[in-house]
């Protein structure tokens, strides 16, 4: 299995992903259109030509981003692939120098045992302003706010600042 940034080829996949979850209530849905004017945000894992996992890393700040669109094909789940993803997003984003991932869930205790600590959605005004707002959502919003320190993380291998980005002109 590969993990590498996405490409404008994964997109039809990525959404794919993201619709089946959405679909389970699991994730906020996200229109074709959008990925693929931000799929430089997306990470994905590769296996045997195949998107079978995907997650964005969504900027706010010089300092602040989120993970979000975290998904693994339902065939693959447990197999450790959501944690390769977030592990190459948590490098992505020391290598831009911020110093704190957030990530909103459902799912609390897989961020967790990856290091993730509860935090008040409160400590967020730029993902309050910026994404809550506009969410049907937004009044009964089971999620919970995880936040991770990037002092405590030491980057892997950076692959993907090598790997070669597809560009339209």
Request: aromatic share 10%; charged share 25%; glycine share 4%.
């Amino acid at each position: 299995m590969t993990v590498r940034k996405g490409r404008f080829a994964d997109v039809p996949e990525i959404h794919r992903l993201v619709s089946h979850y959405a679909a389970e209530r699991l994730m906020l849905p996200r229109p074709l259109s959008d990925i693929y004017e931000n799929v430089w945000e997306f990470t994905v894992a590769e296996e045997k030509g195949s998107v079978v996992g995907c997650g964005a890393l969504r900027l706010y700040s010089s300092e602040l981003a989120e993970i979000r669109s975290l998904g693994v094909d339902a065939s693959l789940k447990s197999h450790g692939i959501g944690k390769q993803m977030v592990e190459e997003l948590l490098d992505e984003a020391k290598v831009l120098c911020l110093k704190t991932v957030f990530a909103l869930t459902i799912a609390p205790t897989f961020f967790e045992k990856l290091g993730f600590h509860l935090t008040p959605r409160e400590k967020f005004p730029e993902k309050v302003w910026q994404d809550c707002l506009r969410c049907a959502l937004y009044t009964c919003c089971n999620e919970t706010a995880w936040t991770f320190d990037l002092a405590e993380w030491t980057p892997k291998a950076r692959a993907f600042l090598n790997d070669p980005v597809e560009v339209l002109i």
